[in-house]
């Protein structure tokens, strides 16, 4: 049994496990599920409150002192070491090569060959190798933190049953999820986090409704300010065409893929920051803009500022640059503009960017994205790490543009976005994109995105 | 000025004062007269006119110029350590072509010899260019080894192709006399100082104010977003800037040899190329902080010169200081970013 | 010539030759599998090399290695510090680290033996007779009547490559050369492997440092290992971070370096500063040609 106090990231969160329960974490983005979480693997030190095993009360200082107390993580990134093999993960994760024999016999899977390397490995035998790492320490507690997110329907229900399996043997899971499906699919009792407070202590989930939870992860606000609902426009000219699926102006269309299968090169690949061998894409000439998966790495330069990332792509636009000089005064102007249009957080427009919270930072990417009047907008993964707020926000700017006349080409890895906004939904499966019937909806999508035809 | 411009200098000075407070000591340690060798290296620099003139702005030169290309090439993240090689072919390159240049117009005979330094420097450095961008190959150790080539060329040269006629020293003629850069009258500086004076200023007003500078900035400190969102192309930054490194490099050899030395011969430069690498990160790689410390550590090898003659101690051990200068200003700049503790954190806070 | 004498020679210099470079490549190897990459290694050894002379002069060379052993490990310390715990650019803390000990060194040598005094003698090694083995016909007394130090560099290849592929420390350290936050969550102490790594890089480096000086050379000169730290981290390139790939890329440089002798024996006269910048060159053309299929640790310089 396993209980943590308040947390500096957490603002009074408490938890209280039990022996051989499936223990649901609930929450939006940002409410602070995976801090806790941190905490519990020694990852964090807590400034208040404590840990307790068994009644003891723990000092964890790393995660090897949590793996001594034979709790185990299954982390939301995946962190099985590319180069290496399956077995040398799993040997690495284990603390000898011994106990990897235990952690074989454990769970048996013939896909997992041990002298694979992990970077050969498809998205679900990853997410698979993760779970053995952590069994094959011999865990009694299972932490695990928004499994499902690269998932595809199929085979989320498949590593929930694991799950199961792991706690009617006796172990304690802690599973952390923001999806309300996942809790009434699995889980025994229902814990509740809204920033960082925890509201809902260990409800048994035979006596919730979606709408209680709903209730406790959004607070008396309700539902946070809902996208409105979809305008199917007729779409206009065409600006793109990938196989031979086309794309028009005005149109928002949402992409469904398992990760892995393409997707990530054909939508950079109408960018064109990439050319894929697979797809046959013919864009129209005009400016596209870009959101990227990354927003750290790949969208902004953290240690720039406002004015600065805003330059990117663009040092030679007439706003600010004549000849080649750049007129650092108009760039500012500009930047204030923008700040001032899309409702940016910051202390100023000089401010380096990576003081921003990933909302902000999201909504300057996006403002980038626009500030050229593309054609095309490109979104990968635009939501992920923002909070309902913020998402809403976005999806509601999204939704401006295309009414604008931009064709916005959304990719989530979540399929409820894809479906909710999308007015077409196309799905990428090994290379091959094709079109999702219309209305269809998620069982049908989740097929084809295994390939499962309709 | 604002704490943001001013910590930097105070770095800068804190690095300086703890480098010569760990020479004294060690002079101290090792049985020499410590205050009589840094007052030898005080007045080797600073003691006279002529000691600052002739002496240390002299030195200073080769270190700006070379420090310029330097502040280009890390501004863009590229990291050319093979500055003394450069220098040391564009050497050749000069000698050779200041000794073919006797009946031309001096102006036209002086461009030639520093067009072909700045050549051959861009040149030397072309091919780790072409490793780094074709076959990934570290450009660190690409520059560094061919610092080594470059020194057994100039071997060679002083002692075959362009030994001087009476063959008894290692080393060239004097170039003809229209090559040579003319000198204030009576000091041995030349109207170099004033070239790199302009180049730091022209560099200035590049990296602040063109394109030209962002796109460097940008793929220094984010080279993927840079790639991916400023549609930069990256490779070619990292080449062109590596390039224009060498040809600085080169430059130097070639006002070296066209304003100081007058001819070629082994052990030209002091390690000019290393120390320009703590010229420029002292000066956080702006243009005309590295006219201060380019003047710096010239006052330094000039000071370490007296210090051996009237002091006994070896000059080599003014590396020491600049390294010591490397390493503060390196500690800063990670204290900047991730705080004192010597231990990281356990893990990374996930965003 | 006698061609089977030439060749005799010849391996045996390649072989002597190869042994400094063997010695400093497989520290590299160890730092680098972790994610370091030191470029203060041929500082190291630079100031292994004169902690061997000072200290074999004083005692004989066994103290030597020793003395440049433990200086070689002090140098690595220094770089730790500032590359590992601070968390500064491992190239330029690497490039400045060396700065200093070729100015320390040549600093101390000069102050202790003059500018240009007459070259130490220092009492070197005797090249040590394997029984049996050193009677095969020409390549017996080529490889098998080297200083000790050299059979040193051999057997660590293979206990290297045990370590690193059979071990589970091993295997945690190339975790760490690849993935320091994955490493971390399985309970992997990062920060102290590397720091550990880069230390027995550093001994390996002073070592080598020693051999230059007590096995081959014979003497100290300024600035004698003249890149050749530099070179090691070519031949963990080329070797491709295996043990294995590193002994043949050693051996190669050191057949480069003897090449000098063998042609000048055969009668072709070349400048001798040919020869003095052919081992620079090969590696060069080495890293261009092995970077091609050659996998670096992930995470090396981070």
């Given at each position: 049994m396993k209980s943590f106090g308040s947390v500096q990231a957490?603002?009074?969160?408490?938890?209280?496990?039990?022996?051989?329960?499936?223990?649901?974490?609930?929450?939006?983005?940002?409410?602070?599920?995976?801090?806790?979480?941190?905490?519990?693997?020694?990852?964090?030190?807590?400034?208040?409150?404590?840990v307790r095993v068994d009644g003891a009360r723990v000092l964890l200082h790393s995660p090897a002192d949590a793996r001594a107390l034979h709790i185990g993580m299954v982390h939301q990134h995946f962190t099985s070491i590319a180069a290496l093999t399956v077995a040398e993960n799993i040997a690495l994760s284990a603390g000898s090569h011994a106990a990897r024999q235990g952690a074989f016999r454990r769970v048996s899977g013939g896909?997992?060959?041990?002298?694979?390397?992990?970077?050969?490995?498809?998205?679900?035998?990853?997410?698979?190798?993760?779970?053995?790492?952590?069994?094959?320490?011999?865990?009694?507690?299972?932490?695990?933190?928004?499994?499902?997110?690269?998932?595809?329907?199929?085979?989320?229900?498949?590593?929930?049953?694991?799950?199961?399996?792991f706690a009617r043997e006796g172990g304690s899971v802690v599973l952390v999820t923001h999806k309300l499906s996942e809790v009434f699919a699995a889980a025994d009792r229902v814990t509740v986090l809204r920033q960082g407070v925890t509201v809902l202590h260990g409800a048994a989930v035979s006596s919730q409704s979606a709408a209680t939870l709903a209730g406790a992860m959004l607070g008396a606000s309700g539902?946070?300010?809902?996208?409105?609902?979809?305008?199917?426009?007729?779409?206009?000219?065409?600006?793109?065409?990938i196989d031979d699926i086309v794309i028009r102006s005005g149109e928002l269309i949402g992409v469904a893929a398992v990760e892995g299968n393409g997707q990530r090169e054909m939508l950079r690949g109408v960018v064109g920051v990439e050319r894929p061998s697979h797809f046959n894409i013919r864009v129209a000439p005009g400016a596209i803009g870009f959101i990227p998966e990354d927003r750290t790495t790949e969208g902004l330069i953290p240690e720039l500022s406002i004015i600065e990332n805003l330059l990117l792509g663009r040092e030679n636009d007439v706003l600010w640059s004549r000849g080649g000089r750049i007129d650092w005064a108009a760039a500012k102007r500009h930047a204030i503009r923008i700040i001032q249009e899309f409702e940016i957080q910051a202390s100023g427009p000089d401010a380096p960017v990576r003081t921003l919270s990933g909302g902000n930072q999201q909504k300057l990417v996006l403002a980038r994205a626009l500030q050229a009047r593309p054609s095309i907008l490109v979104a990968e993964n635009p939501t992920r790490g923002l909070d309902l707020r913020a998402t809403a926000e976005l999806h509601r700017r999204l939704q401006e543009a295309a009414a604008r006349g931009v064709a916005v080409l959304l990719y989530s890895a979540d399929l409820d976005e894809v479906i909710e906004l999308g007015e077409r939904v196309l799905v990428v499966y090994r290379g091959r994109v094709s079109e999702a019937p219309v209305r269809a909806d998620r069982q049908i999508v989740g097929r084809l995105m295994l390939g499962l035809g309709t | 000025?604002?704490?943001?411009?001013?910590?930097?200098?105070?770095?800068?000075?804190?690095?300086?004062?703890?480098?010569?407070?760990?020479?004294?000591?060690?002079?101290?340690?090792?049985?020499?007269?410590?205050?009589?060798?840094?007052?030898?290296?005080?007045?080797?620099?600073?003691?006279?006119?002529?000691?600052?003139?002739?002496?240390?702005?002299?030195?200073?030169?080769?270190?700006?110029?070379?420090?310029?290309?330097?502040?280009?090439?890390?501004?863009?993240?590229?990291?050319?350590?093979?500055?003394?090689?450069?220098?040391?072919?564009?050497?050749?390159?000069?000698?050779?072509?200041?000794?073919?240049?006797?009946?031309?117009?001096?102006?036209?005979?002086?461009?030639?010899?520093?067009?072909?330094?700045?050549?051959?420097?861009?040149?030397?450095?072309?091919?780790?260019?072409?490793?780094?961008?074709?076959?990934?190959?570290?450009?660190?150790?690409?520059?560094?080894?061919?610092?080594?080539?470059?020194?057994?060329?100039?071997?060679?040269?002083?002692?075959?192709?362009?030994?001087?006629?009476?063959?008894?020293?290692?080393?060239?003629?004097?170039?003809?006399?229209?090559?040579?850069?003319?000198?204030?009258?009576?000091?041995?500086?030349?109207?170099?100082?004033?070239?790199?004076?302009?180049?730091?200023?022209?560099?200035?007003?590049?990296?602040?104010?063109?394109?030209?500078?962002?796109?460097?900035?940008?793929?220094?400190?984010?080279?993927?977003?840079?790639?991916?969102?400023?549609?930069?192309?990256?490779q070619r930054v990292l080449g062109s800037a590596l390039l224009w490194s060498g040809a600085l490099a080169g430059l130097a050899g070639g006002l070296e040899v066209s304003g100081v030395t007058l001819n070629l011969y082994q052990n030209l430069s002091p390690g000019y190329g290393f120390t320009a690498i703590a010229v420029a990160l002292l000066a956080r790689l702006h243009p005309l902080g590295i006219l201060a410390t380019g003047a710096f550590f010239g006052a330094l090898e000039a000071g370490a010169q007296g210090m051996?003659?009237?002091?006994?101690?070896?000059?080599?051990?003014?590396?020491?200081?600049?390294?010591?200068?490397?390493?503060?200003?390196?500690?800063?700049?990670?204290?900047?970013?991730?705080?004192?503790?010597?231990?990281?954190?356990?893990?990374?806070?996930?965003? | 010539m006698n061609g089977a004498l030439l060749v005799t020679g010849f391996l045996a210099a390649a072989v002597r030759i190869s042994t400094p470079l063997l010695l400093a490549a497989t520290g590299e190897l160890i730092n680098e599998r972790a994610g370091v990459i030191n470029l203060g290694i041929e500082g190291g050894m630079l100031a292994g090399a004169l902690a061997a002379a000072i200290a074999a002069v004083a005692g004989g060379p066994w103290l030597g290695v020793l003395a440049a052993l433990l200086t070689g490990t002090l140098v690595a310390a220094l770089f730790s510090l500032v590359a590992i715990g601070a968390r500064a650019n491992q190239i330029i803390t690497g490039t400045a680290v060396t700065l200093g000990s070729v100015g320390l060194t040549g600093g101390i040598y000069r102050s202790a033996f003059g500018v240009s005094g007459p070259?130490?003698?220092?009492?070197?090694?005797?090249?040590?007779?394997?029984?049996?083995?050193?009677?095969?016909?020409?390549?017996?007394?080529?490889?098998?009547?080297?200083?000790?130090?050299?059979?040193?560099?051999?057997?660590?290849?293979?206990?290297?490559?045990?370590?690193?592929?059979?071990?589970?420390?091993?295997?945690?350290?190339?975790?760490?050369?690849?993935?320091?936050?994955?490493?971390?969550?399985?309970?992997?102490?990062?920060?102290?492997?590397?720091?550990?790594?880069?230390?027995?890089?550093?001994?390996?480096?002073?070592?080598?440092?020693?051999t230059l000086v007590l096995a081959q050379v014979g003497t100290f000169a300024e600035r004698m290992t003249a890149g050749r730290g530099f070179i090691a981290i070519a031949i963990v390139v080329l070797g491709r971070w295996r043990p294995l790939g590193v002994f043949l890329a050693a051996l190669l440089f050191g057949a480069a370096g003897a090449l000098q002798f063998a042609l000048q024996a055969m009668g072709l006269a070349a400048p001798y500063q040919l020869f003095l910048a052919l081992p620079y060159l090969v590696a060069l053309l080495a890293l261009a040609g092995a970077t091609g299929k050659a996998r670096a640790p992930a995470a090396l310089g981070e």
């Amino acid at each position: 049994m396993k209980s943590f106090g308040s947390v500096q990231a957490l603002r009074g969160a408490d938890f209280v496990l039990a022996p051989g329960e499936v223990h649901a974490l609930l929450g939006e983005n940002g409410a602070g599920k995976s801090s806790l979480l941190h905490v519990a693997y020694g990852m964090f030190p807590s400034d208040q409150g404590e840990v307790r095993v068994d009644g003891a009360r723990v000092l964890l200082h790393s995660p090897a002192d949590a793996r001594a107390l034979h709790i185990g993580m299954v982390h939301q990134h995946f962190t099985s070491i590319a180069a290496l093999t399956v077995a040398e993960n799993i040997a690495l994760s284990a603390g000898s090569h011994a106990a990897r024999q235990g952690a074989f016999r454990r769970v048996s899977g013939g896909a997992l060959a041990p002298k694979l390397r992990a970077e050969e490995l498809s998205v679900a035998l990853r997410q698979r190798l993760e779970l053995l790492k952590a069994l094959a320490i011999g865990p009694r507690i299972l932490l695990l933190d928004e499994p499902s997110a690269a998932l595809a329907p199929s085979e989320i229900e498949a590593l929930l049953a694991e799950v199961k399996q792991f706690a009617r043997e006796g172990g304690s899971v802690v599973l952390v999820t923001h999806k309300l499906s996942e809790v009434f699919a699995a889980a025994d009792r229902v814990t509740v986090l809204r920033q960082g407070v925890t509201v809902l202590h260990g409800a048994a989930v035979s006596s919730q409704s979606a709408a209680t939870l709903a209730g406790a992860m959004l607070g008396a606000s309700g539902r946070g300010a809902a996208a409105p609902p979809r305008t199917r426009s007729t779409g206009g000219h065409e600006v793109a065409r990938i196989d031979d699926i086309v794309i028009r102006s005005g149109e928002l269309i949402g992409v469904a893929a398992v990760e892995g299968n393409g997707q990530r090169e054909m939508l950079r690949g109408v960018v064109g920051v990439e050319r894929p061998s697979h797809f046959n894409i013919r864009v129209a000439p005009g400016a596209i803009g870009f959101i990227p998966e990354d927003r750290t790495t790949e969208g902004l330069i953290p240690e720039l500022s406002i004015i600065e990332n805003l330059l990117l792509g663009r040092e030679n636009d007439v706003l600010w640059s004549r000849g080649g000089r750049i007129d650092w005064a108009a760039a500012k102007r500009h930047a204030i503009r923008i700040i001032q249009e899309f409702e940016i957080q910051a202390s100023g427009p000089d401010a380096p960017v990576r003081t921003l919270s990933g909302g902000n930072q999201q909504k300057l990417v996006l403002a980038r994205a626009l500030q050229a009047r593309p054609s095309i907008l490109v979104a990968e993964n635009p939501t992920r790490g923002l909070d309902l707020r913020a998402t809403a926000e976005l999806h509601r700017r999204l939704q401006e543009a295309a009414a604008r006349g931009v064709a916005v080409l959304l990719y989530s890895a979540d399929l409820d976005e894809v479906i909710e906004l999308g007015e077409r939904v196309l799905v990428v499966y090994r290379g091959r994109v094709s079109e999702a019937p219309v209305r269809a909806d998620r069982q049908i999508v989740g097929r084809l995105m295994l390939g499962l035809g309709t | 000025m604002t704490r943001r411009q001013l910590l930097p200098l105070l770095t800068g000075a804190g690095a300086l004062a703890a480098g010569f407070a760990l020479l004294a000591l060690g002079l101290a340690f090792a049985g020499y007269d410590a205050p009589r060798a840094l007052g030898a290296l005080w007045r080797g620099a600073f003691g006279s006119w002529d000691a600052f003139l002739s002496a240390t702005l002299v030195r200073a030169i080769p270190l700006i110029s070379i420090g310029l290309g330097l502040a280009i090439a890390f501004r863009a993240g590229a990291l050319n350590i093979g500055g003394e090689g450069q220098f040391l072919v564009a050497a050749i390159a000069a000698t050779w072509v200041g000794l073919q240049v006797g009946g031309w117009p001096a102006s036209l005979a002086v461009a030639a010899v520093l067009g072909a330094a700045m050549l051959a420097g861009a040149l030397w450095i072309a091919f780790p260019v072409l490793l780094k961008l074709k076959f990934g190959v570290l450009e660190v150790i690409s520059t560094l080894l061919l610092n080594f080539v470059a020194e057994a060329l100039v071997s060679y040269a002083v002692t075959g192709p362009l030994q001087e006629a009476r063959h008894i020293y290692p080393a060239s003629d004097p170039i003809a006399a229209s090559a040579r850069i003319p000198v204030f009258g009576g000091t041995r500086l030349h109207w170099g100082i004033v070239l790199t004076l302009l180049i730091a200023a022209l560099l200035w007003m590049g990296f602040t104010r063109t394109a030209w500078g962002f796109r460097l900035r940008a793929v220094g400190t984010g080279s993927r977003a840079a790639k991916i969102s400023g549609r930069i192309p990256v490779q070619r930054v990292l080449g062109s800037a590596l390039l224009w490194s060498g040809a600085l490099a080169g430059l130097a050899g070639g006002l070296e040899v066209s304003g100081v030395t007058l001819n070629l011969y082994q052990n030209l430069s002091p390690g000019y190329g290393f120390t320009a690498i703590a010229v420029a990160l002292l000066a956080r790689l702006h243009p005309l902080g590295i006219l201060a410390t380019g003047a710096f550590f010239g006052a330094l090898e000039a000071g370490a010169q007296g210090m051996q003659r009237d002091a006994g101690v070896p000059a080599v051990t003014v590396s020491v200081v600049e390294a010591i200068v490397i390493v503060i200003v390196l500690l800063v700049e990670a204290r900047a970013r991730f705080g004192w503790r010597l231990r990281t954190p356990a893990a990374e806070p996930v965003p | 010539m006698n061609g089977a004498l030439l060749v005799t020679g010849f391996l045996a210099a390649a072989v002597r030759i190869s042994t400094p470079l063997l010695l400093a490549a497989t520290g590299e190897l160890i730092n680098e599998r972790a994610g370091v990459i030191n470029l203060g290694i041929e500082g190291g050894m630079l100031a292994g090399a004169l902690a061997a002379a000072i200290a074999a002069v004083a005692g004989g060379p066994w103290l030597g290695v020793l003395a440049a052993l433990l200086t070689g490990t002090l140098v690595a310390a220094l770089f730790s510090l500032v590359a590992i715990g601070a968390r500064a650019n491992q190239i330029i803390t690497g490039t400045a680290v060396t700065l200093g000990s070729v100015g320390l060194t040549g600093g101390i040598y000069r102050s202790a033996f003059g500018v240009s005094g007459p070259a130490l003698s220092i009492p070197t090694f005797e090249a040590v007779r394997l029984p049996v083995l050193h009677a095969i016909p020409v390549i017996g007394s080529a490889l098998f009547e080297q200083p000790a130090l050299t059979y040193l560099g051999w057997l660590l290849i293979p206990l290297a490559g045990w370590f690193l592929f059979r071990s589970w420390w091993g295997l945690a350290l190339r975790a760490c050369g690849e993935s320091p936050v994955a490493a971390r969550a399985s309970g992997v102490p990062v920060e102290r492997v590397r720091i550990l790594a880069t230390l027995a890089g550093g001994a390996l480096a002073g070592i080598a440092g020693a051999t230059l000086v007590l096995a081959q050379v014979g003497t100290f000169a300024e600035r004698m290992t003249a890149g050749r730290g530099f070179i090691a981290i070519a031949i963990v390139v080329l070797g491709r971070w295996r043990p294995l790939g590193v002994f043949l890329a050693a051996l190669l440089f050191g057949a480069a370096g003897a090449l000098q002798f063998a042609l000048q024996a055969m009668g072709l006269a070349a400048p001798y500063q040919l020869f003095l910048a052919l081992p620079y060159l090969v590696a060069l053309l080495a890293l261009a040609g092995a970077t091609g299929k050659a996998r670096a640790p992930a995470a090396l310089g981070e």
